[in-house]
Nanobody, 117 residues
Framework: QVELVESGGGLVQPGGSLNLSCAASGFTFSSAAMSWYRQPPGQEREFVASSFRAGTETNYADSVKGRFTISRDNAKSTVYLQMKSLKPMDTAVYYC??????????WGQGTPVLVVP
């Protein structure tokens, strides 16, 4: 059974930092593309960052480039999102996503991030 469990969300002031984690199980983590998405209040879910080819390649949304860093520990089956210089526009529920080599997609339950003065 596939499971993705996010943690690390919370309340932070603008300019602050948060580190999200997503612990995965139930599939071959090292070969999966792991991504973070977010859904701001009242908006559609949007792509944030992805890590693929066992972490040798990454991709970011323009809105987070230079501020967010995605990384992964294949031995721990965990993907991370380091978020710096947070802005109110980063307020959202952040979701972990896994795309397996078989083409299946899985989602975590989400962790909320609230950036307010």
């Amino acid at each position: 059974q596939v499971e993705l469990v996010e943690s690390g969300g919370g309340l932070v002031q603008p300019g602050g930092s948060l580190n999200l984690s997503c612990a995965a199980s139930g599939f071959t983590f090292s070969s999966a593309a792991m991504s973070w998405y977010r859904q701001p209040p009242g908006q559609e879910r949007e792509f944030v960052a992805s890590s693929f080819r066992a972490g040798t390649e990454t991709n970011y949304a323009d809105s987070v480039k230079g501020r967010f860093t995605i990384s992964r520990d294949n031995a721990k089956s965990t993907v991370y999102l380091q978020m710096k210089s947070l802005k109110p526009m980063d307020t959202a529920v952040y979701y972990c996503n896994a795309q397996t080599t078989q083409g299946f997609y899985f989602w975590g339950q989400g962790t909320p991030v609230l950036v307010v003065p």
